[in-house]
């Protein structure tokens, strides 16, 4: 049996819509008799439950002025019904149409038969015209495997359904349902806080509204999750007993018709407690809601009672300095804002035209300062459709082609203005304060340049240490747009993969003397594993404050003590070719013994070749031009562990 209710107060009528389940059309007819316009023969209702054998539901009469009230972030099945009020049977066709800002969409048909019992209307199948040629195959996809799925209808505010009823073609009724999402302050008590120094334990009551006398239930429908979150983060911590800050406590809980209230506990916060700055510097604490972050917010200093915050605001959520891209996504925070009533407007300024930027032809508008969406799934084998609710933060994707170094990024907030109807004004805080944030933002294309490092006691022809040494590290790198964020220094082939990162060091920025133009230098200290032995590669990867970076790389001999002893007494031969004062080259330069044997024989670049692990001993260095016809030679006699240099000059 279905009970239908009378009138009652509008937070009544709230509180037993949100989170419910279902919604049900009933058509009433007329009898035969009588001779009345279509229009008045039938009549439009709504449910949030299915009804079963000795079941009460709540029956609404769709009607433009009560919109039926929606929590977010939760899902919802929805049914239809249909009733005849006399006693001709006939069949019909119903329509569900969802809106959008082009109008009323067909979604969803069905034929069925009227009668004076009411019954699930099922059968229902898509009201979208069918395509005339099969899809195109997405880049990527297997040809021939079936498409994914199309991602479900999307309904933007104001949230509408069209239910239609035809008979024949015939249009016997016609209603518009409007959908609302309540704001979790609607439907929740404001939480208050406090604060125990003593014990280092801040308490959060949170539950739902409830009033006297009033036996319908807070809401129906799946539970309603509330996070306390210590994270200072546009995200609600995730649900666990414990922080990954070490914080104690019930941090989280699940409000339910059988349980509206849970009071919120955090032990050992790591805040500015027992400091004396905490008078100056309060600390913000949100209460996240059905999925809404930052859905309360609070001000404490952690010494007694936490303030409650209840002024509009708005951040802006990006790094200052960010890689060149076409698209920019940009995570706006609002909170203490109405959802029904406010606006997002958004626009890009040249920050060089004048002091407080200039347009460059990006002004955007978004409905609401939050995303809201109604998802319309597919009906379920019983006849229902699914709703599902969304409300979140604005990720917006800013065009930034062409646009080269830098912009500025201006967001505010616009209300509904009392005085003059459909006009917008700025939204303020109380102390008349815009509610908006800017940012400048720094655009950088290219990674780092000029970027090199040396190793304490190594030279170009000295690259041996022992096993287990500690290299001491000296850097350089440059980066005009959006300067250096960090370099590390590391075993391998330098890269952004997050294994070699994880085993890299971070260098220290030497900061140079104030007043001068001397480089940064960058400083690291990097331990070799007392079992590594053979030849290994020291990577550096300099990385600027827009996440590109520049790798380099150095070959190092780790050898025993002996070996190393061994390789002392060897030296180097540096040798310059030139023909006249020039120095050649890419010409052959061949390196013979005492007794004439060749030991080696190296190209010339730039005029210059270097003989390494030379052994003490006399040796004859020679060249020879061919396009000339010139050549020459040089005797020199190497010492242990000594770097020769000699010039060889080719003559006719």
């Not at 099922?122 to 979208?128: D, F, H």
Request: net charge neutral; hydrophobic share 35%; charged share 25%.
């Amino acid at each position: 049996m279905i009970a239908t209710t009378g009138h009652r107060h509008p937070l009544a009528q709230a509180s037993c819509l949100l989170g419910a389940a279902f919604l049900i059309v009933t058509l009433l007819g007329v009898s035969p008799g009588r001779a009345q316009a279509p229009m008045e023969d039938l009549k439009l209702f709504y449910s949030f439950e299915l009804p079963a054998e000795g079941k009460t539901v709540q029956v609404r009469e769709v009607k433009s002025t009560e919109p039926a009230l929606l929590r977010p972030n939760i899902q919802l099945p929805l049914y239809l019904f249909l009733q005849e009020t006399t006693d001709v049977e006939r069949t019909v066709t119903v329509e569900v149409l969802r809106g959008t800002p082009r109008g009323f969409v067909p979604y969803l048909t069905t034929e069925i038969k009227t009668s004076k019992n009411r019954g699930v209307i099922k059968g229902w199948k898509s009201a979208a015209t069918p395509a005339t040629s099969p899809p195109a195959t997405a880049p990527g996809a297997t040809p021939g495997a079936p498409p994914p799925p199309p991602p479900p209808p999307q309904l933007e505010p104001p949230f509408q359904l069209e239910i239609r009823v035809l008979d024949k073609n015939k249009v016997l009724l016609t209603r518009t349902m409007n959908l609302d999402l309540l704001q979790p302050s609607e439907y929740f008590q404001r939480p208050t806080s406090t604060y125990d120094p003593a014990k280092r334990e801040l308490r959060v009551e949170v539950g739902l509204k409830t009033r006297e006398g009033d036996q319908d239930k807070p809401f129906y429908g799946p539970p309603c999750p509330v996070v306390l979150d210590l994270d200072h983060s546009p995200h609600p911590m995730l649900n666990q007993p414990v922080s990954k800050k070490g914080v104690k406590g019930f941090l989280q809980a699940q409000l339910s018709m059988q349980k509206p209230s849970a009071i919120l506990r955090a032990s050992n916060i790591p805040f500015r407690d027992a400091r004396g700055d905490t008078e100056k510097k309060p600390d913000l604490i949100y209460i996240s809601a059905d999925g809404c972050d930052r859905a309360f917010v609070f001000r404490t200093n952690f010494q007694g009672a936490g303030t409650d915050y209840t002024n509009p605001d708005l951040r802006l959520q990006l790094d200052p300095v960010l890689k060149a891209t076409t698209k920019l996504p940009v995570r706006i925070l609002t909170d203490n804002v109405d959802w029904r009533t406010t606006r997002l407007r958004l626009r890009i300024e040249d920050p060089e035209v004048t002091p407080k930027g200039g347009e460059t032809g990006f002004d955007e508008e978004r409905n609401g300062p939050r995303e809201r969406l109604l998802l319309l799934e597919s009906p379920a084998p019983d006849g229902g459709l699914a709703l599902q609710t969304v409300v979140r933060d604005w990720v917006v994707e800013v065009n930034t082609a062409g646009i080269l170094d830098k912009l500025r990024l201006r967001a505010w907030l616009v209300e509904k203005d009392p005085d003059q109807p459909g006009k917008w004004r700025d939204l303020k805080q109380s102390d008349g304060k815009l509610v908006g944030d800017s940012q400048l933002i720094v655009l950088d294309p290219t990674p780092p340049t000029d970027a090199k490092f040396t190793i304490e006691g190594i030279t170009d022809t000295k690259k041996r240490v022992k096993p287990g040494s500690t290299l001491k590290i000296s850097a350089v790198a440059t980066d005009e747009e959006s300067g250096i964020k960090e370099i590390r220094f590391g075993l391998g082939k330098p890269s952004t993969d997050p294994k070699w990162l994880d085993e890299s060091v971070v260098a220290t920025l030497k900061s140079p003397k104030p007043g001068t133009t001397e480089t940064p230098i960058w400083q690291a200290e990097l331990a070799l594993p007392p079992t590594l032995t053979g030849q290994v590669e020291v990577g550096m990867l300099a990385i600027n404050k827009a996440g590109l970076s520049t790798p380099v790389s150095m070959k190092i001999d780790v050898l025993p003590p002996s070996a190393i002893a061994a390789a002392a007494k060897l030296g180097n031969i540096e040798v310059l070719v030139v023909e006249g004062d020039r120095p050649q080259d890419n010409l052959p330069v061949g390196l013979f013994d005492a007794k004439g044997k060749a030991l080696k024989v190296e190209k010339s670049k730039d005029g210059k070749v270097v003989f390494k692990d030379v052994e003490p001993g006399a040796y004859t260095i020679t060249s020879a031009k061919e396009a000339s016809s010139t050549k020459g030679s040089v005797e020199v006699k190497l010492k242990e562990g000594e770097t020769a240099k000699v010039t060889v000059k080719l003559f006719r």
